[in-house]
């Protein structure tokens, strides 16, 4: 099991809104910045939120990430078919001095 | 651009050794820690270790510990990932990724860019 719980899947149809989740606690998201990476088969990772909720240039702003306390979520909106993928969520552990990865969600767009 | 580039997949007989490379071009290798993450088949993404190209310091997943060795070649702007005593679940894709530098943060920042992965075969 991940430090950080994340549903195994997503899913909804083009255009739609679409919520991943990332639980988490005190020595990790309470404490720490929360990642969001998107990844393919096949092809790296790809930084998609950085800092909770900052965006970086080139991805598109349909994508935002939030965090509050020991949870954060990353929502897409206006879904399109391009956005299935696996998506992990990422922090620091201070009790265990490293870093851990939620165990994925992979969207689907029906 | 900023680059990171892996060197080629290979199959290892359990027990055996494989020391994955990555090769950093477009900018300061010193400046920016680099850390090595894992995806076995059908799973997530495991993070492994990091290492300090400046000074060599290294930070390593309990898991890990006394099997991994992070180094780097400050020469050739190359960093090192040798995972030992290789065994069949081993077999996964291997990543390094570089992490991103705050002087006024001192926690984990964001990873990127990514190398473009090396698969790590475990079979007899």
């Known amino acids: 099991q991940s430090v950080l719980t994340q549903p195994p899947s997503a899913s909804g149809t083009p255009g739609q809104r679409v919520t991943i989740s990332c639980s988490g606690s005190?020595?990790?998201?309470?404490?720490?910045?929360v990642f969001w990476y998107q990844h393919l088969p096949g092809t790296a990772p790809k930084l998609l939120i950085f800092?909770?909720?900052q965006r970086p240039s080139g991805v598109p702003d349909r994508f935002s990430g939030s965090k509050s306390a020991t949870s954060a979520s990353l929502a897409i909106s206006g879904l399109r078919s391009e956005d299935e993928a696996d998506y992990y969520c990422?922090?620091?552990?201070?009790?265990?001095?490293?870093?851990?990865f939620g165990g994925g969600t992979k969207v689907t767009v029906l | 651009q900023v680059r990171l580039v892996q060197s080629g997949a290979g199959v290892q007989k359990p027990g055996a050794s494989v020391k994955v490379s990555c090769k950093a071009s477009?900018?300061?290798?010193?400046?920016?820690?680099i850390h090595w993450v894992r995806q076995a088949t059908g799973q997530g993404l495991e993070w492994m270790g990091w290492?300090?190209?400046?000074?060599?310091?290294?930070g390593y997943a309990q898991k890990f510990q006394g099997r991994v060795t992070m180094t780097r070649d400050i020469s050739i702007s190359t960093a090192y990932m040798e995972l030992n005593n290789l065994r069949p679940d081993d077999t996964a894709v291997y990543y390094c990724?570089?992490?991103?530098?705050?002087?006024?943060?001192?926690?984990?920042?964001?990873?990127?860019?990514w190398g473009q992965g090396t698969l790590v075969t475990v079979s007899s």
């Open positions: 990724a570089r992490e991103e530098y705050d002087p006024s943060w001192p926690g984990l920042d964001w990873f990127d860019p």
């Open positions: 477009g900018y300061t290798f010193t400046t920016y820690d």
């Open positions: 290492m300090n190209p400046n000074n060599g310091n290294t």
């Open positions: 005190s020595p990790n998201i309470g404490n720490n910045f």
């Open positions: 800092r909770n909720n």
């Open positions: 990422a922090s620091w552990d201070d009790s265990l001095s490293g870093v851990i």
